[in-house]
């Protein structure tokens, strides 16, 4: 309520700035608020290379999460010294949201997410590994503007544009529509990578809470029911990533915040909280026979490696990469039925690593000083004879 009230509070302004009729609503009021906003005052990143050419053939992808603006981070300026392709920040690459003032103060200037995007541009380590490797980018909650939010995020469209002019994202594709999700392809037939970045923020529905609160498995949120309205990615990026999937590849690199593949090992969010939702992104793939899946994500800060026989009509891999440098412990005994060993607590990051003359892949998690502490090797996904 409070969110619409200040909202409501920018009609007059509004009204009174662009010498026309009041906005008709609280959302029209701060797309004509944010208008008079030049992209001049919103922060950007420093210039990083270009993304690799159509043609050149990519083996080694790193990934990260969960970055905090505040404090050093030895991790980027390790990434920075790596051997890559491609350098994947799927979510929480700040936290602009930490005292909250988005929500308890109602700012619509979202001034600390500002702040933090500048306090990252800033960061030595940043800038390092912004020079060393070409980026492709998502986002989560935390560089969203708000904890856990989903589509009822009312300032969502201003932190859209914050996110895409410092990424330099406001005059490519992904630019010229709601919501920040966008794909690329890279390499050769026969060495063809795509890499799709999935939003999970801008159109989610709402999330069932959880009825013990911080109990093992339902600590914060439950499954919602059949009967009740699921949405994870909204109808414009389903119909995206249909299109998408059968574009040709021979790897298909999806990047998702939160965690696909997870189902009982914890209650936080992932996509098991919307199951129809992550039934549909099965069924998606298996319809449209993309071969090659592989997800990347972050969010729990613990790094993860899962492998699931039953989703797709091929095994399915998956990597969690969290956090760069906000680790919460130092150990886990978290454990789910698609879990590839145990966790990795401490600060990491992750990597997606192809070998295209043996067809395998290669999903590791490395520690602070680069050096491998969980790998796991497969084949690279092929749809099974018959399916």
Not at 59 to 88: K, M, Y
Not at 89 to 111: E, F, I, K, Q
Not at 261 to 275: A, K, Q, R, Y
Request: net charge negative; glycine share 8%.
């Amino acid at each position: 309520m409070r969110l619409v009230l200040a909202a409501a509070s920018l009609i007059a302004v509004a009204a009174c700035e662009t010498a026309t009729i009041a906005p008709s609503s609280p959302e029209a009021a701060l797309d004509a608020y944010y208008a008079t906003i030049p992209d001049s005052a919103l922060p950007r990143a420093p210039e990083g290379p270009a993304l690799p050419g159509e043609q050149t053939p990519v083996t080694r992808i790193l990934v990260g999460s969960c970055n905090d603006e505040e404090n050093e981070s030895p991790v980027l300026q390790t990434i920075a010294g790596e051997e890559a392709d491609l350098f994947l920040m799927v979510g929480d690459n700040v936290y602009g949201d930490r005292d909250g003032r988005a929500y308890a103060n109602n700012d619509p200037d979202l001034t600390e997410l500002r702040e933090s995007f500048a306090d990252l541009a800033a960061r030595p380590e940043f800038r390092a590994a912004r020079a060393a490797h070409p980026m492709m980018v998502a986002w989560d909650d935390h560089d969203y503007g708000a904890n856990d939010a989903g589509g009822d995020f009312v300032f969502r469209g201003f932190a859209e544009r914050i996110h895409e002019v410092f990424w330099g994202l406001e005059d490519e594709d992904v630019g010229a529509w709601d919501g920040t999700y966008y794909a690329r392809r890279f390499g050769p037939e026969g060495q063809r990578v795509q890499v799709i970045m999935l939003d999970t923020r801008s159109f989610r529905s709402p999330l069932v809470p959880t009825d013990e609160w911080g109990e093992t498995g339902k600590e914060r949120y439950l499954p919602a029911p059949e009967t009740r309205m699921q949405d994870m990615l909204g109808a414009a990026q389903w119909t995206w990533l249909e299109n998408q999937l059968q574009e040709p590849a021979d790897v298909r690199i999806i990047a998702s915040s939160i965690q696909v593949l997870t189902s009982d090992g914890h209650g936080f969010e992932h996509w098991s909280n919307l199951p129809a939702e992550r039934q549909r992104l099965f069924d998606l793939i298996d319809r449209t026979a993309a071969n090659g899946v592989v997800f990347v994500s972050g969010d729990r800060h613990t790094a993860f490696l899962y492998r699931h026989g039953e989703v797709l009509d091929y095994p399915v891999h998956e990597l969690t990469a969290s956090s760069m440098n906000l680790s919460f412990r130092d150990e886990t005994d978290e454990q789910d039925s698609a879990q590839i060993g145990a966790g990795y607590a401490p600060v990491n990051f992750g990597a997606v690593e192809i070998d295209w003359d043996a067809r395998e892949i290669a999903l590791s998690v490395h520690d602070e000083d680069g050096d491998t502490v969980r790998q796991t090797r497969f084949p690279i996904p092929a749809r099974r004879e018959g399916a």
